[in-house]
């Protein structure tokens, strides 16, 4: 089979061209990746076209002679992206893929959507709880979801499977594990609050696996939504104390309260309205390291899939990368741009 990976170029994309590519169970596939930007790792024998996935011309040339898609390519940075253009990425790829999906006869897709529909989660959110997003992100992500799930309404054996991640990380990732590993390495890390608040997440050798399983599930509805995430939970606190572990050093027992951490985040707060630049430290992250995010995937579980990583186990692993590769890289972040044909906006 081969499979058109959009956004295969990205963090998660390059797991699935080792996965698919691969002589494993989920392996022996053909794949075409569509993006922006060329991979800037061996991409053979994958197939490459360089394209926006807004772009009918382009989508129509990469999606030529596959039999199904996989949609990771999105607008997904907290910086750097206007509302629209998070709708027209995020939304509007899905009404192009699908209406050339449909002029080239295929009918199976996986969308990568995002636990971010379901808005803040300080209560366990399941695939049937109501979507209340807040941000341009989570909400640009159900509308995309609302054109697969019309998509796939119109029945002729049209599938979309969709897969909600939470936070991702692994090796290779320079997202928010790298920030928090970073700093903690370069003794720049503060514990703010006493860290009991649940930080769900997904390990992206997992989630490839799991979607790969899922996918080959039969009897599936037309229209079928899983949350992905690694169980069980752990709190902030034993993120950041496995962190230090990796490292082979010695969390400090300290810690300040949320208000003060803020508060000192400040003059950070103003140079990134400034400068529009991605700092390591903002009272937005930290913020968002004391929420809970507390997400369930029992559906997932319930089809027998078993990850084979768990999250100290990944969390180990990426520590691993970074003291071998990560520490020495500088992460390069390409923002999809506003219009149609123009290049990514390095930042």
Partial sequence: MR?????????????????????????????TILDLVKPTWNHAPSAYVQGDVRDRGAVEQAMRGCDAVLHLAA????????????????EGSAKVIGD???????????????????????????????????????????????????????????????????????????????????????GRFVSVGDGSNIKSLSYVENIVEATMHVWSLPGRPAFDPYNYIDKPDLSSREIVEQVYVSLGRQAPRMHIPLG????????????????????????????????QTKFEADKLLATGFKPRVTLREG???????????????????????AEVGAMPVPA
């Fill in 75 to 90: 607008a997904h940075h907290d910086f750097g992206i206007a509302e629209p253009t998070f709708f027209s990425v995020n």
């Fill in 315 to 337: 969390i180990d692993r990426m520590v691993k990368w970074y003291l071998a590769e990560g520490r020495a890289q500088k992460a390069v972040w390409n923002l999809p741009p």
């Fill in 260 to 291: 003060l951490a803020c508060a000192a985040a400040l003059p950070f707060d103003l140079v990134i309205k400034a400068t529009g630049k991605n700092l390591p430290i903002s009272s937005a992250r930290i913020k968002k390291l004391c929420t």
């Fill in 100 to 186: 050339v999906a449909d002029g080239l006869g295929v009918r199976r897709v996986c969308f990568y959507s995002t636990v971010a529909i379901y808005g803040d989660a300080p209560e366990p959110r399941h695939e049937d709880t109501r979507p209340e997003p807040f941000n341009p992100y989570g909400k640009s992500k159900l509308a995309g979801e609302r054109v697969w799930e019309a998509w796939a309404s119109r029945g002729e054996g049209r599938s979309c499977l969709v897969i909600r991640p939470t936070v991702t990380f692994g090796p290779r990732n320079f997202a928010n594990m790298y920030t928090l590993i970073r700093q903690i390495d370069r």
């Fill in 3 to 31: 499979i058109l990976v959009t956004g295969g170029s990205g963090f998660i994309g390059r797991y699935f061209h080792e996965l698919l590519t691969g002589s494993g169970a989920y392996g022996g596939h053909q794949t």
